[in-house]
């Protein structure tokens, strides 16, 4: 009799527990929406804040002087073309070395050919297409893309991780 009465006593005792929240709604307490908003945004900032500065440290360690456009792009034009400046609407092809801030090599138009593309319709990294509005036809440049202008946070995938400040050596071939 004994050994009955210990489950019975367990099972009371848990329907006891059970009935004196059955009239009680859980109430969640969710953060303010503004408040989740600002907290994005300030680590977003701090982030961004983060990654400007390695890449300045890179750019000063390698002692490159280049520009810093409004959005983060930095950029040095190496060799001065003579053809007509880009703009947007034109059909370009770029030759390139894509490399991380760390120096490894990651893509190239050596290995996956020149890159054709119209400038202003996608289909490359924003700060590609920022880059080439400041060149001309056969101009040799370097850029520094933020991550935000590149792959962002997820990377691509492949070759390139998350939020990777990446290092562009492109040359203007053509304008169509």
Same mark, same amino acid.
Not at 52 to 60: G, H, L, P, S
Not at 86 to 96: F, L
């Given at each position: 009799?004994? %050994?009955?009465?210990?489950?019975?006593?367990?099972?009371? #005792?848990?329907?006891?527990?059970? #009935?004196?929240?059955?009239?009680?709604?859980?109430?969640?307490?969710?953060?303010?929406?503004?408040?989740?908003?600002?907290?994005? %945004?300030? #680590?977003?900032?701090?982030?961004?804040?983060?990654?400007?500065?390695?890449?300045?440290?890179? &750019?000063?360690?390698?002692?490159?002087?280049?520009?810093?456009?409004?959005?983060?792009?930095?950029?040095?034009?190496?060799?001065?073309?003579?053809?007509?400046?880009?703009?947007?609407?034109?059909?370009?092809?770029?030759?390139?070395? &894509?490399?991380?801030?760390?120096?490894?090599? &990651?893509?190239?138009?050596?290995?996956?050919?020149?890159?054709?593309?119209?400038?202003?319709?996608?289909? &490359?990294?924003?700060?590609?297409?920022?880059?080439?509005?400041?060149?001309?036809?056969?101009?040799?440049?370097?850029?520094?893309?933020?991550?935000?202008?590149?792959?962002?946070?997820?990377?691509?995938?492949?070759?390139?991780?998350?939020?990777?400040?990446?290092?562009?050596?492109?040359?203007?071939?053509?304008?169509?």
């Amino acid at each position: 009799m004994f %050994v009955r009465v210990i489950p019975v006593m367990a099972l009371i #005792s848990i329907c006891v527990l059970l #009935s004196g929240c059955a009239g009680q709604e859980e109430e969640r307490m969710l953060p303010d929406h503004s408040f989740v908003h600002e907290a994005f %945004v300030e #680590s977003n900032i701090y982030l961004i804040d983060i990654e400007d500065e390695a890449i300045d440290d890179f &750019v000063e360690r390698y002692g490159w002087e280049m520009h810093k456009s409004g959005s983060g792009l930095r950029y040095k034009i190496n060799n001065t073309g003579r053809g007509p400046r880009a703009s947007y609407g034109d059909r370009v092809e770029i030759r390139y070395v &894509v490399y991380l801030i760390t120096g490894d090599p &990651v893509y190239s138009s050596e290995d996956l050919g020149t890159k054709v593309f119209t400038v202003g319709r996608g289909g &490359v990294e924003s700060g590609i297409e920022e880059g080439i509005l400041l060149m001309r036809e056969g101009d040799q440049a370097t850029f520094i893309l933020p991550s935000h202008l590149a792959y962002g946070v997820p990377g691509d995938g492949d070759k390139i991780p998350r939020r990777a400040s990446l290092v562009y050596e492109v040359e203007l071939v053509k304008l169509f």
